[in-house]
């Protein structure tokens, strides 16, 4: 009964209610898609990471993350990787040599990242076969794949030849030339700049290595299961070693999703805040001008607990009114963004930067949603509380004598 009686009372005055009801809609729509939008930048930031060379997680040996000694390496790859082998939940495992060194061209040179791999199980835990925009990705031999913009840098081609330089495990430096196999742009500026792949057997050669690695990459077949397998390759490794998980690896990825995280939330407590002053601003006005109404439904018997449970239920048709239509504003927007996905080449360096393609894909995570809206329905029936108040405080004298 005081559900349809509340009901019926939002639109005794329409123009007002739907204010109120456009105001928490817009608020609610507005919450969802900034969410929806960050959520996606963080998962492409997070997943290009991954599939960018550092994989879900690494092999190395100890102390290696904070000083990346050629020296510190693993000798015996192949026993650790037969290890990995009978672990479920690992999808590909693979040997890498990285190293630092310089590239020089006949016309110029740069410091890079040489990442020496076996091309066939790259393609299989990497992206870079995905964005080669010249040549193709280095198969065998001597060949090498480079950023676009070192290869711009360096004024190479396709099929010209390079030469690769960097200390070995005794300190001294090995030159190597290589030839360009392809140019490869990713969505990561850093790759973009310093990025040299080469086949391990190059790699190796310049390290002074023979079957050593100084790291190995490892897939999973789902994310979710990265901390049991991190424990159970531990169980595995000798003490000499250890293994990394990627957020570990790259801190800052993992302060970038705390950072935005906190942002929602800035930005959803505006949302609630303007929803909440709105809300309590229309209550106060309806008392006032009810002020008769009131009177008489106490004066008919309607107790004042009856009559602040009808101000509630009127804030909660307001409330799931807007927050209905905001829900169905976002999904509208939701559906075609996933689907194409948003078009920032505008600002594709600047999504460089993040590690983010040009073009995002919103995804939509509930949890988030649902904790936002759980909150602010709480602060709209704060905000209800003080004309809820008012209205049971009245005499049906003071209201006779209302005009």
């Not at 019926?8 to 507005?30: C, E, K, P, Q």
């Not at 010249?134 to 065998?140: A, I, K, V, W, Y």
């Not at 194409?340 to 040009?358: P, Q």
Request: glycine share 8%.
């Amino acid at each position: 009964m005081l559900a349809r009686l509340a009901w019926r009372n939002l639109w005794r005055n329409r123009i007002r209610s739907w204010i109120v009801i456009g105001s928490v809609a817009i608020g609610t729509l507005g919450l969802i898609v900034i969410t929806m939008l960050t959520e996606g930048l963080l998962r492409q930031m997070v997943r290009n990471v991954i599939d960018g060379g550092t994989g879900h997680l690494q092999i190395h040996r100890r102390g290696y993350l904070q000083d990346p000694d050629v020296r510190k390496c693993i000798a015996d790859p192949d026993t650790i990787l037969r290890r990995l082998s009978a672990i479920p939940a690992i999808a590909h495992a693979a040997p890498r040599v990285v190293l630092q060194g310089v590239i020089s061209s006949p016309y110029n040179s740069a410091p890079v990242q040489i990442v020496g791999g076996v091309p066939a199980v790259e393609r299989q835990i990497t992206f870079f076969h995905r964005y080669i925009v010249r040549g193709r990705f280095p198969l065998q031999g001597d060949h090498a794949l480079i950023g676009q913009e070192l290869a711009r840098h360096l004024n190479v081609n396709p099929g010209e030849r390079m030469v690769l330089t960097s200390a070995d495990r005794r300190g001294e430096l090995v030159s190597v030339a290589v030839r360009v196999s392809g140019w490869v742009h990713t969505p990561i500026r850093e790759l973009n700049r310093y990025f040299v792949f080469v086949p391990i057997r190059v790699a190796r050669e310049l390290a002074g290595y023979r079957r050593e690695t100084t790291l190995i990459v490892v897939r999973l077949h789902r994310a979710r299961d990265l901390r049991p397998t991190v424990a159970a390759i531990r169980s595995l490794l000798p003490p000499a070693l250890d293994v990394t998980p990627w957020d570990a690896i790259h801190p800052e990825i993992r302060f970038q999703l705390e950072i935005f995280a906190e942002f929602n939330w800035i930005t959803a407590l505006i949302v609630f805040l303007a929803a909440a002053l709105g809300v309590m601003n229309v209550f106060y006005m309806a008392v006032y001008e009810r002020m008769r109404e009131f009177g008489i439904l106490r004066a008919i018997g309607m107790q004042p607990q009856q009559i602040r449970r009808l101000i509630y239920l009127e804030a909660l048709w307001l409330s799931l009114t807007g927050l209905g239509l905001g829900i169905l504003g976002s999904l509208g927007i939701y559906v075609p963004w996933h689907v194409r996905g948003l078009n920032l080449a505008r600002l594709s360096r600047a999504m460089e930067v993040w590690g983010t393609g040009a073009v995002v894909y919103p995804s939509l995570s509930w949890g988030p949603i649902l904790e936002f809206l759980g909150v602010l329905f709480v602060c709209v029936f704060l905000a209800v509380w003080i004309p809820a108040r008012r209205a049971t405080r009245i005499s049906v004298v003071e209201a006779m004598h209302h005009v």
